[in-house]
């Protein structure tokens, strides 16, 4: 795959290929998010942070990736503060803005919005999350996640027992997850989740179809001992109403107990977070802060290495990065 002046909108785009090449230039930036040394490659670019949906982590660690390879950021929050709320259409906004930058990355809470806009755009479109629909940088960043925690186990991306849980019908990480591991080898998914949010039957028949074992069920015991356990939250925001999000909120939460009891003594814990830690939530309890084996902050540390990967493929620059290297000069103990 090509993927100078290229957009990614979709997981459905890569082949295993194209994801090696990601995942492999996503761990040569360690060096410049760790701060062992900095990278101004693209000094003078200029990304667009257009986020349209409340956003923590995917717009920082797009903003945060960007400034490590030396570029500057313009950022855009919320529909109500741009020229879309004055009627303005996603090709006109992409027009204009894709005119002002080298590199847009955008998040709408609207399905296939974010394809409408690369329409309009000159420059590349890096999806940062498109309704229920897909979030590819996360799915990568996942996929990352699990092939570095497996390596600690002599594992790879094949021959893996991976559980997805929780809203998995609202939840687009799970979705864009599941359409990459359909590429690998003799991979197992257990879904657990209410029947009314189960994974939707589209994506079901991709992992099918691919020859892998898939298995829908409604309860947690007995069917958590696995290599991943990727949790999800209550999706309230694409329900009708919060009453209707609050009738399966809390159903598959995950203790220090549940986990002893249910998992093997290395399942590794994963969450595309926020997780919510309210009450009546609770969906990874706190008590599992002290596991080694809750990758949850890792995996959202993992989302700058690939993103700035993203950057560096999409502008052409990943063979120029170690040409661009300057020492740290200030005090920092990431690098510890």
Known sequence: MKFQGKHILSVSQFDREAIAKILQ???QMTPYASRKKRC?????????????????????????????????????????????????????????????SDVIAMRHPQMHSVDQFALGSTVPVINGGDGANEHPTQALLDLFTIQSEMMHFNKGLDDLNIVLMGD?????????????????????????????????????????????EVVLTETMEGNLYCDVIYQTRIQQ????????????????????????????????IMHPLPRDSRPEANELDTDLNDLDNLAIFRQAQNG??????????????????????KPVNWYTNKNL
């Open 40 to 100: 101004h490659v693209l000094e003078g670019a200029i990304l667009s942070n257009l986020f349209f949906e409340p956003s923590t982590r995917t717009r920082v660690s797009f903003g945060t990736a960007f400034n490590l390879l030396g570029g500057s950021v313009r950022e855009t929050v919320g529909q109500e503060n741009t020229s879309l709320s004055k009627g303005e259409s996603l090709f006109d906004t992409a027009q204009v803005i894709s005119g002002y």
């Open 304 to 325: 700058v290495l690939v993103r700035m990967a993203l950057f560096a493929l999409t502008l052409g620059v990943e063979d120029q990065i170690t040409n661009y290297e």
């Open 168 to 212: 998995l019908k609202h939840g687009r990480t799970v979705h864009s997850l599941s359409k990459l591991l359909s590429l690998y080898d003799n991979v197992k998914i257990t879904m657990v989740a209410p029947k009314a949010l189960q994974m939707p039957d589209s994506i079901i028949s991709t992992l099918s179809d691919a020859g892998h």
């Open 237 to 268: 925001e694409r329900f009708a109403s919060k009453d209707e999000a609050e009738l399966y909120r809390g159903h598959f939460s995950l203790n220090k107990s549940v986990y002893q009891k249910y998992c093997q003594e290395n399942t590794v």
């Open 25 to 27: 230039i996503s761990a």
